[in-house]
């Protein structure tokens, strides 16, 4: 090996940690963005006169723009690493916002949405790749840290939309492309970092040696793994899109609260989602992923249960409770099935984010449906079965066992 790849090797084997900050503080500049959808909601629905499920329907464009592009810009960037993909992206979420601010219609507002979530297409996959690689084997620590960023940034966003936003109006979103502007530069120099090849080829070598080192499971068990964890997916972010849509409207509805109260009670949820966030990562790192997968599901269920009885002070509590749980799945999840397909981190990546946003969007949009129809209490009464999903986490297989039985 010669010095210059003796160098990459150390990068590369070391947790890089300007790195890991960096894309965390550009994942809650860029969830931040996103996060300004959903919390202009109640705006929107009264200055456009629309129902739960044109709201819903707006949830779903987004969604599904964000997450249709991104296993492919994963299976794309595995086979040819473009280290500039991400000032590319967020370029899209510019634009997205400016539009949105100015959107004089119904049909521009779901234009607008639609580049916001194009450009989180391109920023997940792209992101948590580079996550992977500045991790130095540390990949749930590293994993939770960038999922982390863009937590606080779904958190802050609703904040700040109480603040700047609902009290003078849509517009204001059009402060926010300065937080774009500087997520570019940010993601600008992490992209002159990965540029190196030489640094990429040995990325694809490790990977390549890793792929034929761990290839203990058959094949048949693999595709059943990613089914199970997929199946967590749909459960998990149902039950968020309730939430992330839909509580605001919940909390004003049963207990006659202001829109800025409600987004306020829609922040300390989702700040429970970035604490949560941060210690599932870690956790499955020290104790396996498989068990912090099956606890953060199905343990929130009893909370789920109890929140559409509960008061307004209880309703507030459980939903903190439930947030901080439920959130330290994803990162164990996503993990765990890197670890079931080596060397494809920008396939994985890309599919788990996509699914994980398409079930988002299908679920707001069907859930505003039922809205609609049946109430907005129902909605809850009916989510709070979903965690009991969680059940079907004990059909994975333990790696850190595999792996042992393999050494």
Same mark, same amino acid.
């Given at each position: ?44 629905? +009264? ?12 949830? !779903? ?12 810009? #994963? ?11 991400? $000032?590319? #992206? ?25 580049? %916001? ?31 982390? /960023? ?6 802050? #966003? ?72 997929? %199946? ?21 509805? *049963? ?17 429970? %989602?970035? =604490?949560?966030?941060?210690? #599932?990562?870690?956790? +499955? ?12 599901? !199905? ?8 929140? $559409?009885?509960?008061? !307004? ?15 330290? =799945? ?19 990546? +890309? ?9 988002? /969007?299908? /679920? ?12 907005? +209490? ?8 979903? $965690? ?5 986490? =004990?059909?994975?297989?333990?790696? *850190? *066992? ?6």
């Amino acid at each position: 090996m010669d010095t210059e790849e003796s160098t990459n090797t150390k990068e590369v084997s070391r947790t890089i940690y300007p790195v890991l900050f960096a894309l965390s503080f550009s994942h809650l500049l860029n969830d931040t963005i996103q996060s300004l959808i959903p919390a202009i909601y109640p705006i929107v629905k +009264g200055s456009f006169h629309l129902s739960f499920a044109q709201i819903g329907v707006i949830t !779903l464009v987004f969604q599904l723009s964000s997450s249709l592009l991104q296993p492919l810009v #994963g299976i794309f960037t595995d086979r040819k690493p473009y280290p500039y993909a991400l $000032p590319v #992206g967020m370029g899209f979420s510019l634009t997205g916002l400016v539009m949105l601010a100015m959107a004089p219609s119904y049909l521009w507002l779901l234009v607008a949405v639609a580049f %916001v979530g194009a450009g989180s297409s391109v920023f997940h996959p792209e992101a948590s790749r580079m996550a992977y690689v500045a991790s130095g084997g540390r990949r749930g620590f590293a994993q939770s840290l960038f999922q982390v /960023g863009g937590n606080a940034g779904s958190a802050i #966003g609703p904040l700040l939309a109480a603040m700047l936003i609902a009290p003078f109006g849509r517009f204001n979103v059009i402060w926010f492309s300065f937080a774009a502007l500087v997520a570019i530069v940010i993601l600008y120099r992490i992209g002159k970092w990965y540029k190196p090849k030489s640094i990429r080829n040995y990325i694809l070598r490790k990977n390549k040696v890793k792929e034929a080192v761990q290839q203990t499971l058959p094949r048949k068990t693999v595709v059943v793994s990613i089914v199970v964890l997929l %199946v967590l997916i749909f459960s998990k972010y149902f039950y968020f899109a309730s939430i992330t849509s839909y509580y605001t409207f919940y909390v004003m509805d *049963k207990f006659g609260v202001s829109v800025q109260q409600s987004q306020l009670y829609l922040f300390v949820f989702l700040f429970a %989602v970035a =604490a949560g966030t941060m210690i #599932g990562g870690p956790l +499955g790192d020290r104790i396996g992923r498989k068990y912090v997968i099956w606890l953060s599901i !199905l343990g929130a269920s009893p909370f789920t249960l109890m929140l $559409p009885y509960a008061n !307004l002070f209880w309703t507030i509590t459980l939903s903190f409770i439930i947030g901080m749980i439920i959130a330290s =799945a994803f990162s164990a999840i996503l993990v765990y099935a890197q670890e079931l397909l080596p060397g494809n981190v920008g396939m994985v990546s +890309g599919l788990f984010f996509g699914f994980a946003f398409g079930m988002g /969007g299908i /679920g707001s949009a069907v859930l505003g449906k039922l809205a609609d129809t049946q109430g907005i +209490g129902y909605v809850y009464h009916i989510c709070a079965f979903l $965690p009991l999903i969680g059940i079907v986490a =004990a059909f994975l297989p333990d790696l *850190k *066992k595999t792996t042992s039985r393999k050494k």
